[in-house]
């Protein structure tokens, strides 16, 4: 019987010698965990002082170009294992990308807008990339299983890609300098920027229109109704009249005139 069994006679190891190995090891006490959002897809265009490079192609140590930092050092670079995710489309031109591009859509872009600094006390502010679906022309795409490359610097930066696109670099929530809206902050924004953009252009905005449309409509009732009082007012003037005169016809003979 013990020679038909594959492993009566095989090597072992001491159990209590494994537990003692992992007991003295510090190696399993912490694992790396794997940044699961952010990031830039390896094929991205990025700002380099030698041009635009592919992120695939950057090694830590080389110099990027950021939006307020000017350039900055790749401190480490983590590449993470491809997986599925949703992607967005951005056509050329919508966020100053050059060209057209899909990201995936927990991308944080930054937005430069006037509006930003009126409603949030800041010119540039950050959001998701999803949240801005149907601005511009973006659209969601079919979801594709991408790698991602996380570029870390010594703090917090805004990258140039693809033109003229900004991205940010933090993969965490933690030491942001640039506030993150959420869907409908940044819904709120792009609706009063949209507004903005119409009146500068000359037209009004929708909130204008009704607004005037209303003062038209309470103008117009207070007209008639002044035009009702006024047909009214010469049959109350000798009504008062009449009264007036038997009054004093009253007091003056005495009697009550018919």
């Known amino acids: ?30 694992s790396v965990q794997r940044p699961q959002r952010g990031g830039i897809l390896p094929a991205t265009m990025i700002e380099t002082d030698e041009g635009f490079r592919q992120a695939r192609a950057l090694r830590p140590g080389d110099m990027v ?5 000017g350039l900055r050092e790749v401190q480490n670079i983590r590449h993470c294992v491809p997986r599925l995710t949703a992607m967005v489309t951005v056509p050329a031109g919508a966020l100053g990308n050059d060209a057209e591009l899909e990201l995936p859509s927990d991308t944080l872009v930054a ?4 509006t930003a600094d009126r409603l949030f006390g800041t ?9 801005l679906v149907g601005y511009r022309g973006i659209t969601t795409a079919l979801p594709q299983c991408m790698a991602r490359v996380h570029l870390e610097f010594e703090e917090e930066e805004l990258l140039w890609i693809e033109g ?9 929530s933690d030491d942001r300098f640039y506030p993150v809206l959420s869907l409908t902050e940044t819904r709120q924004l792009l609706a009063s920027e949209e507004n903005r953009a119409l009146t500068h252009a000359g037209s009004k905005g929708l909130l204008e229109n009704a607004l005037e449309a209303d003062v038209a409509a309470d103008a117009a009732h207070e007209d008639a109704l002044q035009a009702s009082l006024q047909s009214c007012l010469p049959s109350a003037t000798s009504l008062s009249t009449t009264w007036l005169a038997t009054r004093a016809l009253d ?8």
């Open 1 to 30: 019987m013990l020679l038909d069994h594959k492993t009566a006679f095989g090597d072992y190891q001491p159990v209590g010698l494994l537990f003692d190995f992992y007991a003295e090891t510090s190696v399993f006490e912490k």
């Open 65 to 69: 170009q950021t939006f307020d930092g």
């Open 111 to 114: 937005l430069d807008l006037d």
């Open 123 to 131: 010119p540039v502010v950050l959001a998701k990339v999803i949240s």
């Open 164 to 172: 003229g696109m900004l991205v940010d670099s933090l993969c965490s």
């Open 251 to 258: 007091g003056l003979f005495g009697r009550r005139a018919a």
